[in-house]
């Protein structure tokens, strides 16, 4: 089954303490990309990689980190977790050559408090 | 970034027509419409995409203007399980970074 996956589904962790949310797809997807999701705000994006070692800049990266290191990887790294970063946190990839549209698939998204 | 404009929410009966609006006055040549809607406690799911002309699919009519500056996500007969985020969005083939904005939500009366 076509899919993204994202690993942990929750969690609460503690201001400073590192941590890294995993994404995977198997669907052979060159773009890849991080969203945060707040009340009232939408879907923000946080960065994006059109392929292995190409990474960008969203909207909202300070804070966190990205590496592309394999296709199907695309984990999200918080190196000091601070209260304003408790989020959800959705991964998505989708295609980016032969025939558009290139839609993007999303994960089942991330619950992350930080307190 | 081309960026969309959409309302906060908007009401409908089970049953009836919706017609979502969308304005993105800063569309690109190349961009395409993108509409995802967003089930509570879920992802984005894809709807249905278009580049100029309107089109349909199993879940939705996309109308798109003659000068591309808007559009409209129409369901034909909602249903309760329509209820959700409706996002409206932009992609070209030449870049990928993505504006969301905050959608509308749809709530769905019986």
């Known amino acids: 089954e076509a899919q993204v996956t994202q690993n942990p589904r929750y969690l609460i962790t503690v201001t400073g303490k590192k941590l890294t949310v995993t994404c995977s797809q198997n669907?052979?997807?060159?773009?890849m990309s991080w969203y945060r999701q707040d009340p009232g705000l939408g879907l923000r994006q946080i960065y994006y990689s059109m392929n292995v070692e190409v990474t960008d800049k969203g909207d909202v990266p300070e804070g966190y980190k990205v590496s592309r290191k394999e296709k199907r990887n695309f984990p999200l790294i918080l190196e000091s977790p601070s209260p304003n970063q408790t989020s959800l946190y959705f991964c998505?990839?989708?295609?980016?050559?032969?025939?558009?549209?290139?839609?993007?698939?999303f994960g089942p998204g991330t619950r992350l408090t930080v307190t | 970034d081309a960026k969309t404009t959409q309302p906060n929410s908007m009401e409908s009966n089970e049953e009836e027509p919706v017609h979502l609006p969308c304005n993105h006055s800063?569309?690109?040549?190349?961009?395409?419409i993108h509409w995802y809607r967003q089930l509570p406690s879920q992802g984005p799911e894809y709807v249905i995409h278009?580049?100029?002309s309107n089109v349909n699919n199993r879940m939705a009519s996309l109308a798109i203007a003659e000068d591309r500056k808007s559009s409209t996500l129409i369901l034909h007969r909602a249903t309760l399980r329509d209820a959700a985020v409706y996002y409206c969005i932009l992609r070209g083939t030449g870049g990928f970074k993505t504006i969301f904005g905050a959608g509308t939500r749809l709530f769905v009366k019986a």
């Open positions: 278009g580049l100029t």
């Open positions: 998505a990839s989708s295609r980016t050559s032969g025939t558009p549209p290139f839609e993007q698939y």
């Open positions: 669907m052979n997807h060159e773009y």
């Open positions: 800063t569309i690109s040549g190349t961009d395409y």
